[in-house]
């Protein structure tokens, strides 16, 4: 700011963050890659994360899975909480309710200790939801440790469609988000000013895991 900044971009704000609520108030262009946190009224480009999440849910409710549980990212992600939301929203309209949550920081470690506590509150679960890649993929891990096996005992769904997403086994069905095209069409508003809110659309990619 002291050196006059031309233009920010602002990647995964969370709630309460001082850099967002300092730059809304800055009078310097900003564009967030991502729903600003707070409710503050700064232009963005996002996922449908919502979608996302429902799109994972009806594939589970298809595949005849009866009792689900679900990774959920940091609660001061907006996105984060919107890809929970669409997909336990979708299972309450299925008339299945008291989905038990376990959260994580989108890390490896927590997608791990997320399913290790999962298992012991809902020992017969047969379908993971995890809200991305990375953690699907430690609940991959910690399923196998546990002789569950993956598609066949639990079915696993993650978000991202990250590289990681097609080279574990089973290869994992997943959320895929453009994030190529959200990087640019961010950059394009920065530069060219435009205020408008574009929200891009997400595609589940079925593979072997679900």
Not at 5 to 32: M, Q, W
Not at 97 to 111: K, Q, R
Not at 179 to 199: D, K, S
Request: net charge positive.
């Amino acid at each position: 700011m002291a050196k006059g900044i031309d233009g920010v971009l602002l990647v995964g704000a969370r709630d309460g963050h001082p850099l967002a609520v300092t730059l809304a108030a800055s009078g310097i262009p900003v564009r967030c890659v991502g729903r600003p946190p707070d409710g503050l009224a700064l232009p963005y480009v996002d996922l449908d994360n919502r979608d996302g999440g429902r799109q994972a849910a009806e594939h589970l409710l298809l595949s005849g899975r009866k009792a689900m549980a679900v990774i959920a990212g940091p609660p001061a992600m907006p996105g984060a909480r919107a890809r929970v939301e669409g997909f336990l929203t979708t299972l309450t309209s299925a008339g299945m309710t008291n989905v038990p949550v376990a959260y994580g920081d989108f890390s490896h470690l927590s997608g791990a200790q997320a399913m290790r506590w999962l298992l012991r509150r809902l020992p017969h679960l047969d379908a993971v939801f995890a809200a991305s890649d990375v953690m699907a993929v430690a609940a991959l891990q910690v399923l196998h440790r546990a002789g569950r096996r993956v598609p066949h005992d639990v079915a696993l769904v993650g978000f991202d469609d990250a590289p990681v997403a097609r080279h574990v086994n089973p290869p994992l069905t997943t959320v895929r988000q453009p994030v190529e095209e959200l990087a640019v069409v961010a950059a394009r508003l920065l530069l060219n000013g435009q205020r408008h809110n574009p929200v891009l659309p997400t595609e589940l990619v079925v593979r072997e895991s679900a």
